[in-house]
């Protein structure tokens, strides 16, 4: 789609046109993505960013975008950008067209479950629980389990302080699982915002009452312990060991074959086969000798 095709629905002025296939947040990782840029804070991410293809910006902002960008201005770029969003999403094919839902033959859903009439695919010999619920553009892979309360599919928590009032953005991406995964009781796992999809990759089990976050991607083997949350945008490796009530902030990566520990509040990027403890999270030998350092200060009163 052209920037030239929003101009009558969203009031934009088209100053230099050009094609985007994805909407965005200036940090996501997307190819050919349009965003919006209305500060100076904004616009290093923007100029970082190789995937952005297409910006709605200010007037006094434009000119700081080289010939390299569609270019679209307006008054209020963020509000244009949710417009665009709205637009796209209820008026258009663009994140998608929409299709009968599909459910194996083999596969198992309890009559008190819940499966969106459209745009959900259940893969061979997958199981759906009691009162579970797969709502829309969800793909559940071969040989997973769905347990007993567990919603697939979710919007997120995507709401906007735009133009003096809270506004919420409903998420128009869906969520994949792959085979072999199990989402236990009362877990939720958050579709896309922007198009994409939410991503639990192979052999992957997630425990009871954990939130999946829009737009992560969960890698394949992974173990994630009850009561965690994974929070938007961030990316789990193959082979992680996630223990109960952790918390991953937005935008974290973690490596293949990371372990963080019991409760452990992690804030930053954790390399591949590293282990993390703590809040806020450091390498796990590193808090064991904070730990030991602390217990013998005289000062210490337990």
């Known amino acids: 789609m052209y920037l030239k095709d929003l101009a009558a629905s969203s009031g934009i002025d088209v100053i230099r046109d050009a094609e985007f296939e994805s909407l965005g947040k200036a940090r996501d990782r997307k190819t050919k993505m349009l965003t919006f840029l209305e500060s100076d804070e904004h ?4 100029l970082r960013n190789k995937g952005i293809s297409c910006v709605v910006t ?29 637009h796209l999403r209820l008026a258009t094919d663009f994140y998608g067209r929409s299709f009968a839902s599909n459910i194996h033959p083999s596969a198992t859903v309890h009559p008190t479950a819940h499966v969106a009439l459209t745009d959900v695919r259940i893969r061979r010999g997958s199981i759906i629980e009691a009162h579970a619920v797969v709502l829309g553009r969800t793909v559940i ?12 599919g979710s919007d997120g928590f995507e709401f906007r302080r735009v133009a003096g ?7 128009s991406g869906g969520v994949k699982l792959g085979d072999r995964v199990e989402i236990q009781h009362n877990s939720v796992i958050q579709k896309a915002p922007y198009g994409g999809s939410t991503t639990v990759e192979n052999d992957t089990k997630i425990g009871a009452l954990v939130t999946v976050a829009h ?26 060991t996630v223990g109960s009530h952790c918390l991953i902030s937005t935008r974290v990566r973690v490596g293949d074959g990371a372990r963080i520990t019991v409760g452990a509040v992690v804030v930053r990027d954790v390399k591949p086969g590293q282990t993390v403890t703590g809040n806020f999270a450091i390498e796990h030998q590193r808090f064991l000798r904070f730990s030991a350092h602390l217990l013998s200060s005289k000062d210490f009163e337990p």
């Open 43 to 46: 616009l290093r991410a923007v």
């Open 58 to 86: 200010t007037p006094e902002l434009a000119s700081m975008l080289t010939v390299g960008y569609g270019v679209a201005v307006c008054p209020e770029p963020r509000l244009a950008f949710y417009q665009i969003h709205d």
């Open 141 to 152: 892979g071969e040989e997973s389990i769905i347990r007993a309360g567990a919603v697939i």
């Open 165 to 171: 009032r809270i506004r919420p953005v409903p998420d």
């Open 215 to 240: 737009n992560c991607r969960v890698g394949r083997r992974c173990l994630i312990a009850e009561g965690s949350t994974i929070g938007g945008n961030s990316v789990i490796g193959d082979d992680v």
